[in-house]
T-cell receptor, first 114, second 116 residues
Framework: AQSVTQLDSQVPVFEEAPVELRCNYS??????LFWYVQYPNQGLQLLLK??????LVKGINGFEAEFNKSQTSFHLRKPSVHISDTAEYFC????????????FGKGTKLSVIP | NAGVTQTPKFRVLKTGQSMTLLCAQD?????MYWYRQDPGMGLRLIHY???????AKGEVPDGYNVSRLKKQNFLLGLESAAPSQTSVYFC???????????????FGPGTRLTVL
């Protein structure tokens, strides 16, 4: 079985500052990794995903993440945040074939301070 | 193209009452899922379906039943609601690539359920 740990439950950051949201996973087999964003009172939408290939993945709204197999990490970064990035961010993992379950982390609330 | 829709958006039940949550998608997706979201817990999978007429249990299935009679609809039922089922419920759908589950899940806006 796989598991996901999001190391920070809340991250406050000033507008235009860089941010990193940390995600570590545990799995005995190869994984596929996702970051989702949830704006207040809305459903989740995909930011980016790693399936294979380049370990640096670029997503929407200027976010990117790097898959590090040796560190079992998939940290999300943005060089300069905007007020509109205030939301909750979820890291998720699946092992794919034969297993249809996405396992989510507990989420990180990003608060951008003007 | 509405994507994934959920009905109702809000509901308050008394302990022991029953209700059905409806999820509908217009993207011709094969796979559909029901999750619950609780503060500090992330999302947990309740049940899922890999096609019309098929359902399977997820991580937290107890107290819930599901049906997928039509490809575009996935129903979540609570036969006898309990306060522990107070939560926000999200439906999602996806279309697997080459029969491997690697594609994006698209989420509905959620149903906020309170059980008194």
């Amino acid at each position: 079985a796989q598991s996901v740990t999001q190391l920070d439950s809340q991250v406050p950051v000033f507008e235009e500052a860089p941010v990193e949201l940390r995600c570590n996973y545990s799995s005995s087999v190869s994984v596929y990794l996702f970051w989702y964003v949830q704006y207040p009172n809305q459903g989740l939408q995909l930011l980016l995903k790693y399936l294979s290939g380049s370990t640096l993945v670029k997503g929407i709204n200027g976010f990117e993440a790097e898959f590090n197999k040796s560190q079992t990490s998939f940290h999300l970064r943005k060089p300069s945040v905007h007020i509109s990035d205030t939301a909750e961010y979820f890291c998720a993992v699946t092992t794919g074939a034969g297993s249809y379950q996405l396992t989510f982390g507990k989420g990180t609330k990003l608060s951008v301070i003007p | 193209n509405a994507g994934v829709t959920q009905t109702p958006k809000f509901r308050v039940l008394k302990t022991g009452q029953s209700m059905t949550l409806l999820c509908a998608q217009d993207m011709n997706h094969e796979y559909m899922y029901w999750y619950r979201q609780d503060p500090g817990m992330g999302l947990r999978l309740i049940h899922y379906s890999v096609g019309e007429g098929t359902t399977a249990k997820g991580e937290v299935p107890d107290g819930y039943n599901v049906s997928r009679l039509k490809k575009q609809n996935f129903l979540l039922g609570l036969e006898s609601a309990a306060p522990s089922q107070t939560s926000v419920y999200f439906c999602a759908s996806s279309y697997p690539l080459a029969f491997r589950w690697t594609d994006t899940q698209y989420f509905g806006p959620g149903t906020r359920l309170t059980v008194l």
